[in-house]
């Protein structure tokens, strides 16, 4: 092993260094439930009640958790959140996406509805890296879609449909990386969809999303249209399969055994106030921090769009952060990079429900230690 150009001492390091805004820290309990889990479903066939009866968990556990509606349905499939902008691109937008895009994540969305030969050109309202761009009524829309929390920027969106809106215009809202960590009224959203790799502390691989009536009255009506569709993109698939606690082809059982722990997790301390109460503290903890440091400062100017659970904190000019991060990654501190195309002196935080508030104390008190020894 190098020798740490500077050396933390013992006391001050966190518990668990996993910081990072998604794969995050996944909890050594779930570790431990995966492994008791693991005969009786790891290896085993999908369509058999033992890993249906996890995907029913999950989809139970998923709809308690966020307060689904009734009639509003937890779907799944293979394929990550990005997998699901591709479904949704076939099966939820009729003629016309409008957008709204202030980051890389919103922004893919956008690309890949604008790129469909199917559809007409989207709209995309854009702002600014560090800022909100909001989607206004659009009467030439079938669907909005914006990100609950820009993961490449750390700003939050509220999660309500634009003033006018039509029934027939669907929100689709990507959840990814805040779903389970920040209260929300499930019937803003059309789509609510995430995957489980970030606040659910599992594995990558798979898409979920609560859909609501109309969008799978959507769903269905494309469907049944003369649109060709991918058979592994068609969110029709996917209806029909999760309604019988199935994924068209073989999903990562491990990652919904993961995320299955969790939700219970979750549950056992209180839901998702419990889960968005963590994550607001540690986050309430970092952008205090940054405030009192006079080399640092939160990337997001306007605080009401500071996002709960990633935290962009900008460095001095003076202050390099790749040195900064190196320091960390030496003595097991982790993960704290700004999003690659972002290009800025930062570091950014994943602070999911999963951390330990304490930890996020002791990550504050390591990036001081480091910056007092680089200086
Ligand atoms: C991570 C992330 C994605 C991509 O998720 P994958 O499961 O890796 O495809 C999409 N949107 C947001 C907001 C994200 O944070």
């Known amino acids: 092993m190098p020798s740490a150009s500077v050396l933390i001492p013992p006391h001050l390091l966190p518990a668990d260094g996993r910081f990072g805004s998604g794969p ?15 005969p009786s479903v790891m290896g085993t066939s999908h369509r058999q009640p033992p890993v249906r009866d996890l995907v029913a968990r999950v989809r139970r556990g998923v709809a308690e958790l966020l307060g689904a509606p009734e009639g509003h349905e937890v779907v799944l499939g293979n394929g990550g959140s990005t997998s699901f ?26 690309a890949a509805t604008s790129a469909a ?25 079938d669907v909005y879609a914006w990100a609950h929390n820009e993961t490449s920027t750390g700003v939050v969106s509220p999660v309500v449909r634009p003033a006018g809106a039509t029934p027939d215009q669907l929100t689709l809202v990507d959840a990814t990386s805040i779903a389970g960590a920040a209260v929300v009224d499930l019937r803003e959203a059309d789509a609510y969809y ?16 609560v859909l609501s009536p109309a969008a799978i009255e959507r769903v269905a009506r494309i469907d049944a249209s003369d649109r060709w569709i991918p058979e592994s993109l068609s969110v029709q698939q996917a209806v029909t399969n999760s309604r019988l606690d199935q994924t068209l082809n073989t999903p990562a059982v491990a990652t919904l ?8 997790w979750f549950a056992d301390h209180g839901g998702l106030a419990w889960a968005a109460g963590r994550s607001r503290a540690s986050s309430d903890h970092v952008y205090a921090w940054a405030q009192a440091r006079d080399w640092a400062s939160p990337f997001v100017a306007d605080p009401a769009h500071r996002s709960p659970v990633v935290a962009t904190i900008d ?7 790749t040195a900064v991060i190196a320091a960390l990654r030496e003595n097991g501190v982790l993960d704290v990079f700004p999003y690659r195309k972002l290009g800025r002196n930062q570091l950014r935080m994943g602070l999911f429900p999963a951390v330990d508030p304490a930890d996020v104390e002791a990550l504050t008190a390591c990036v001081d230690y480091v910056v007092e020894r680089l200086a």
């Open 315 to 321: 460095l001095d000019p003076a202050i390099d952060h």
């Open 85 to 110: 902008w591709d479904a949704a691109t076939f099966s939820l937008v009729r003629t016309l996406a409008s957008h709204a895009a202030h980051g890389e994540f919103s922004a893919k969305f956008a």
């Open 194 to 209: 995430f995957a489980p790799q970030k606040v659910f502390g599992s594995d990558g691989g798979l898409w979920l999303a």
């Open 257 to 264: 055994a993961l995320l299955a722990e969790q939700l219970d």
């Open 24 to 38: 995050s820290k996944v909890r050594a309990a779930q570790m431990d439930a995966l492994a008791a889990l693991g």
């Open 117 to 141: 030969p199917f559809l007409a050109d989207s709209h995309v309202t854009r702002a600014e890296p560090g800022t909100l761009a909001t989607v206004a009524y659009d009467a030439d829309a």
